[in-house]
């Protein structure tokens, strides 16, 4: 309250009070010109917001070198998002690999997603790509040694990773139990031919191949369960 009146706000001081029929064209047609610069001024922000969000993706991939990703391609696809508890510097970032089903555009690709476990969006950017490394097979190479320079090893003294083993002599359990103060690591094992399981210490194992394989499977199982989806987020 202003002595006793209402206070007015500026248009409402320009327009006339009571019948506004003849005395309001001027303050009327005031009203519809600032109406319609706000509407120009709004529509030349929005076009200066979309050229500028343009200009900046064209900046941004003008600085990506020539990738040689193309359909069919394998690669791995980098994910920054970590579950909550996990340290982000040791989590593991590269999934995949993937495999590529479409190009859209120059910096863009769609990636084969069903199947692996991962709900994520098929579409991303090239720069959250990497090729997956394809080496050649090693080449061969007979080595003709005399018969008096040859060394006779003796198999026992050989770890049991030397040579391949026959993955059906045993069966195993994915399941991994640590005790004596984590110094002693033991395994459940399947034996082939017997109905209960039995706990083997890790140094009386003689599958290194089998051990390789579940402990890479282990690893990663953990480090797809690190990643944080789009329906956690």
Same mark, same amino acid.
Not at 112 to 131: D, Q
């Given at each position: 309250?202003v002595?006793?009146? *209402?206070?007015?706000?500026?248009?409402?001081?320009?327009?006339?009070? %009571?019948?506004?029929?003849?005395?309001?064209?001027?303050?009327?047609r005031?009203? #519809?010109?600032?109406?319609?610069?706000?509407?120009?001024?709004?529509?030349?922000?929005n076009?200066?917001?979309?050229?500028?969000?343009? *200009?900046?993706?064209?900046?941004?991939?003008?600085?990506?070198?020539?990738?040689?990703?193309?359909?069919?391609? !394998? $690669?791995?696809?980098?994910?920054?998002?970590?579950?909550?508890? #996990?340290?982000?510097?040791?989590?593991?970032?590269?999934?995949?690999?993937?495999?590529?089903? /479409?190009?859209?555009?120059?910096h863009?690709?769609?990636?084969?997603i069903? %199947?692996?476990?991962?709900?994520?969006?098929? +579409?991303?950017?090239?720069?959250?790509?990497?090729?997956?490394?394809? #080496?050649?097979?090693?080449?061969?190479?007979?080595?003709? $040694?005399?018969?008096?320079?040859?060394?006779?090893?003796? /198999?026992?003294?050989?770890? %049991?990773?030397?040579?391949?083993?026959?993955?059906?002599? +045993?069966? #195993?359990?994915?399941? /991994?139990?640590?005790?004596?103060?984590?110094?002693?690591?033991?395994?459940?094992?399947?034996? !082939?031919?017997? *109905?209960?399981?039995?706990?083997?210490?890790?140094?009386?194992?003689?599958?290194?191949?089998?051990?390789?394989?579940?402990?890479? *499977?282990?690893?990663?199982?953990?480090?797809?369960?690190?990643?944080?989806?789009? /329906?956690?987020s």
């Amino acid at each position: 309250m202003v002595h006793g009146w *209402d206070p007015r706000s500026t248009l409402e001081a320009v327009i006339p009070v %009571g019948s506004t029929r003849r005395h309001d064209r001027d303050p009327r047609r005031w009203r #519809y010109r600032i109406q319609r610069y706000y509407q120009q001024v709004e529509n030349r922000l929005n076009q200066r917001l979309r050229e500028a969000i343009s *200009d900046r993706a064209d900046l941004h991939n003008q600085e990506i070198h020539l990738h040689q990703i193309e359909v069919g391609s !394998r $690669v791995w696809l980098y994910l920054d998002r970590v579950k909550d508890g #996990y340290a982000k510097k040791l989590a593991h970032l590269w999934h995949g690999p993937f495999r590529i089903v /479409e190009k859209v555009g120059e910096h863009a690709v769609k990636l084969e997603i069903a %199947g692996s476990g991962y709900h994520i969006f098929p +579409m991303v950017h090239v720069n959250k790509l990497k090729l997956v490394k394809e #080496y050649p097979d090693r080449p061969l190479m007979r080595l003709n $040694v005399e018969r008096q320079d040859r060394l006779d090893f003796d /198999e026992d003294l050989l770890p %049991g990773d030397s040579w391949i083993q026959d993955r059906d002599l +045993m069966k #195993y359990k994915i399941r /991994e139990k640590t005790r004596y103060g984590r110094i002693y690591r033991e395994f459940l094992v399947h034996w !082939r031919g017997y *109905d209960d399981p039995t706990w083997v210490d890790e140094a009386d194992l003689n599958c290194g191949a089998l051990l390789h394989e579940f402990l890479r *499977d282990r690893t990663n199982h953990n480090r797809f369960g690190v990643m944080q989806s789009h /329906e956690e987020s």
